[in-house]
């Protein structure tokens, strides 16, 4: 059974970087068939989608937040990592990370992490 | 940017049929998508492809896609059925390859 498992600081000060990582058991992250992504949601609020990465590397941002976020992959650890830069406290939300399938010009997550509450605060 | 759009809510009663609908310009030639989230859990894929229905998703829950809208149908709501429901797609011009409604609240009076 696929499982995914989100890790990092649950408190980032503004204007600092907010880094996480997603770690894949159960299956390989680099499978030719799925792609894996990072979606938010702020507390009370609904989901938004931050972007997506394929094993090889190759990335899919949301236009609205391209400026400030990196998606990376470590096929090597079976891991793929998110980069917020300058954050403020609307960057405060539940971030999930999940494995995503495509069809026509549509992602679609599958399977999805427990979710890592990140607080942005001073 | 691209838009989907959600009913805040939608009440039942238990053992009726439940509809939450999603509109958007881009549904007749994108697949629509549903989730659903409990209190403090992740969202589980209920349906994918407008009507298709993953492994261990109960038969109750289905899908269909008219024009611009897609609409998810619960049949015999139970207590367990009360979430949020999301839908989810993508924009014609896919600058947005993932795009979330704004969620519907289920109340199983």
């Known amino acids: 059974q696929l499982q995914l498992q989100e890790s990092g600081p649950g408190l980032v000060k503004p204007s600092e970087t907010l880094s996480l990582t997603c770690t894949v058991s159960?299956?390989?992250?680099?499978?030719?068939?799925?792609?894996w992504g990072w979606i938010r949601q702020p507390p009370g609020k609904g989901l938004e989608w931050i972007g997506i990465i394929y094993y090889t590397g190759n990335t899919n941002y949301n236009p609205s937040l391209k400026s400030r976020v990196t998606i990376s992959v470590d096929t090597s650890k079976n891991q793929f990592s998110l980069n917020l830069t300058s954050v403020t406290a609307a960057d405060t939300a539940v971030y999930y990370c999940?494995?995503?399938?495509?069809?026509?010009?549509?992602?679609?997550?599958?399977?999805w992490g427990q979710g890592s509450l990140v607080t942005v605060s001073s | 940017s691209y838009e989907l759009t959600q009913p805040p809510s939608v009440s039942v009663s238990p053992g009726q049929t439940a509809r939450i609908t999603c509109s958007g310009d881009a549904l007749p030639k994108e697949y629509g998508y549903w989730y659903q989230q409990k209190p403090g859990q992740a969202p589980v894929l209920l349906i994918y492809?407008?009507?298709e229905r993953p492994s261990g998703i109960p038969e109750r829950f289905s899908g269909s896609s008219s024009g611009t809208t897609v609409t998810l149908t619960i049949s015999g709501v139970q207590a367990e059925d009360e979430a949020d429901y999301y839908c989810q797609s993508a924009d014609i011009t896919r600058t947005y390859p993932v795009v979330f409604g704004g969620g519907t609240k289920l109340t199983v009076l």
């Open positions: 999940a494995r995503a399938g495509l069809e026509l010009g549509s992602y679609y997550f599958d399977y």
């Open positions: 159960g299956g390989s992250i680099s499978s030719s068939t799925y792609y």
């Open positions: 492809k407008d009507r």
